[in-house]
């Protein structure tokens, strides 16, 4: 059974500072690495992908992704109270198109 | 451009009764999905089908059988709902390689059994 772990939070951060999201997978020969973003009663929207190592950037959103330690993070810069939701990490294992996901972090941006 | 489609959005059944769930996607996608999210557990896969004509069991398909009708649609039948069913359910689609691999969901159907 390939794996994907989260802690479940919730992580609470002050409005402004930084979120960081951990997830760690199983894995090690998985290609593509995904964080979704799930309101309360809403469908996952995806908020950003990522295949290499080192760190991507999109807005106030970056993803770090280490393939030889097997992680893959999430940080959030000038967190906003909008930002609270529940953070999805999926990953697709070697071999597999198919998305593997962890059970999601609670965020919340506190005023 | 609608994405991922699902029908209906909210269901209540009794126990015994059967239903079926739904999708469709018109982003041209080979892959599709079924999933059930529980408090707690995640987002756990039913079924999938990775072309038109192929479906296969994925991690928690007991008491569910799916249609791959066409390339644009992957139905999910509930025979004899049970209480245990009572989750909500995301139908999602993807392409399966290439440059943009990432499955989109649709908006979900909260189904309550009785």
């Known amino acids: 059974q390939k794996e994907v772990e989260q802690n479940s939070g919730p992580l609470s951060v002050p409005e402004g500072a930084i979120a960081s999201l951990n997830c760690t997978y199983s894995?090690?020969?998985?290609?593509?690495f995904f964080w979704y973003r799930q309101y309360s009663g809403k469908s996952p929207e995806l908020i950003m992908s990522?295949?290499?190592?080192g760190d991507k950037e999109d807005g106030r959103f970056t993803a770090q992704l280490n393939k030889a330690s097997q992680y893959v993070s999430l940080l959030i810069r000038d967190s906003q109270p909008s930002d609270s939701a529940t953070y999805l990490c999926?990953?697709?294992?070697?071999?597999?198109?198919?998305?593997?996901f962890g059970r999601g972090t609670s965020l919340i941006v506190h005023p | 451009n609608a994405g991922v489609t699902q029908t209906p959005k909210f269901q209540v059944l009794k126990t015994g009764q059967s239903m079926t769930l739904q999708c469709a996607q018109d982003?041209?996608?080979?892959?599709m999905y079924w999933y059930r999210q529980d408090p707690g557990m995640g987002l756990r896969l039913i079924y999938y089908?990775?072309?038109?004509?192929?479906?296969d069991k994925g991690e928690v398909p007991n008491g569910y059988n799916v249609s791959r009708l066409n390339k644009r649609e992957f139905s999910l039948r509930l025979e004899s709902a049970a209480p245990s069913q009572t989750s909500v359910y995301f139908c999602?689609?993807?392409?399966?390689?290439?440059?943009?691999?990432?499955?989109?969901f649709g908006q979900g159907t909260r189904l309550t059994v009785v």
């Open positions: 982003m041209n996608h080979n892959s």
């Open positions: 894995d090690r020969v998985s290609q593509s």
């Open positions: 999926a990953v697709k294992p070697g071999g597999s198109y198919i998305p593997t």
């Open positions: 990522i295949y290499s190592n």
């Open positions: 089908s990775a072309s038109e004509g192929t479906t």
């Open positions: 999602a689609s993807s392409e399966r390689s290439g440059g943009s691999t990432e499955a989109f």
